[in-house]
């Protein structure tokens, strides 16, 4: 009947083989918008994550009832009803968190990966797996978003764990002069081509 | 007035929409490859960006806040942004068939585009004014349509240059919006609100 992947296979394409921001380059804004900090980035992946499995499971339990025609707004209003917890959530737990994320937070409805993983994936296929897929595709958004962040955040001011500057570690010493381009929005861009252009070169090679 | 001048000059150049602040990144880069795409989706985002900022900005003052209703602020705007983008799928089938064909797919991607989204929060979140929020969405959208048609413009020529294999497509196209960036950059401290 269906295809014969593995339930961890469903896990792991999304870290690899499918990246939702290496390969299908989704979700750009985000990528670019909060990885001036590792933190941020690592808040917005597991805030995105969330979002994802969450609304991927709701869209799959309810995959049999939702009449094609209006099946996007039907997800919108999934995907929208749990960014709006979430950012209660984030508001009331982590308000650093929140603040340093800003208008991204609930931009997270919009996020490509989010509507896009729903339309291909959980409308389709049974909770578990979409819950799976979800979490696989959350879990490459993450690790994009960290990538990129320790690009910009070590490169860029020299330091992990900042914007607080008591809990930043700095990593090279008082003297050290970062590459501040790369703090800047100019640089996250460049950063983030490049980074692509590695991934390209490194899937050639493998020849995937 | 000063202040509508000031939103105006700043949301274009100082703090670029696309170049500055992230927004509208997955357009720019999709529909960027062509000068005519680019121009039809620079006029369609700012017809919706300023429609729906208009409609989403009235619908929070006058029924949200009242009726206590804040919460819904995200699934409301979202499905308003929805149905302004079906609106103009529709009416843009009917007066240019041919420039309905050539956007393609990525009219009703205006729905999942941040910067509508965007523009839509930041004018009641900054606690703008009806007007100003206006014009707001039209500086934020002619700002994104130059950023838009300025790309276009590079990588027109960029497809009759001799680029390596690993950097062809997205990567050449960030690493340009970079430079970009950088020229806006001059732009800093000019203004502000």
């Known amino acids: ?208 | 007035m000063e202040k509508l001048l000031s939103i105006f000059f700043i949301y274009i150049f100082v703090e670029n929409f696309v170049l500055q602040r992230f927004f509208g990144i997955c357009p720019f880069l999709g529909v960027s490859r062509k000068m005519e795409t680019a121009i039809g989706m620079s006029m369609a985002v700012v017809f919706v960006m300023t429609m729906a900022t208009l409609v989403t900005w009235l619908i929070y003052t006058f029924v949200l806040v009242p009726f206590g209703l804040g919460y819904l602020q995200i699934v409301t705007f979202i499905l308003i942004i929805a149905s302004l983008v079906q609106l103009v799928e529709i009416v843009l089938r009917k007066i240019s068939p041919t420039l309905y064909q050539g956007l393609g797919i990525y009219l009703p991607l205006i729905t999942t585009n941040c910067a509508v989204m965007a523009v839509a929060l930041l004018a009641v979140r900054q606690e703008f004014s009806l007007i100003e929020s206006v014009i707001f969405a039209i500086s934020a959208s002619i700002g994104f349509s130059l950023a838009l048609v300025i790309m276009a413009g590079i990588r027109e020529r960029l497809e009759l240059a001799k680029i390596p294999d690993i950097l062809q497509g997205t990567a050449v196209t960030l690493i340009t919006a970079g430079i970009l960036s950088m020229a806006f950059l001059g732009f800093k401290g000019m203004m502000t609100l």
């Open chain 1, 1 to 208: 009947m269906k295809a014969t992947s593995s339930y961890l296979q469903e896990l792991t394409k999304g870290i690899l083989k499918e990246n939702p921001v290496f390969i299908s380059v989704l979700g750009m804004c985000p990528v670019l918008g909060v990885t001036a900090f590792l933190v941020n980035g690592f808040g917005m992946g597991v805030a995105a994550t969330a979002v994802l499995v969450a609304s991927n499971l709701v869209i799959s339990l309810l995959r049999k009832f939702i009449p094609p025609q209006v099946r996007i707004p039907c997800f919108i209003v999934v995907i929208a009803t749990f960014v709006t917890i979430i950012e209660m959530v984030l508001k009331a737990f982590q308000p650093v968190l929140y603040e340093a994320l800003g208008v991204f937070v609930p931009l997270i409805v919009v996020n490509c990966i989010i509507l896009g993983r729903a339309e291909a994936f959980a409308s389709k296929n049974s909770p578990l797996r979409s819950l799976l897929d979800g979490l696989g595709a959350g879990i490459g958004f993450t690790l994009a978003l960290l990538i990129l962040a320790a690009v910009r955040e070590i490169i860029g001011q020299g330091t992990i764990l900042g914007p607080d500057p008591e809990s930043a570690i700095h990593l090279f010493g008082a003297n050290f002069e970062p590459m501040a381009l790369f703090a800047q929005p100019s640089g996250a861009f460049i950063a983030l081509g490049l980074l692509l252009a590695g991934v390209n070169s490194v899937m050639k090679r493998l020849n995937i």
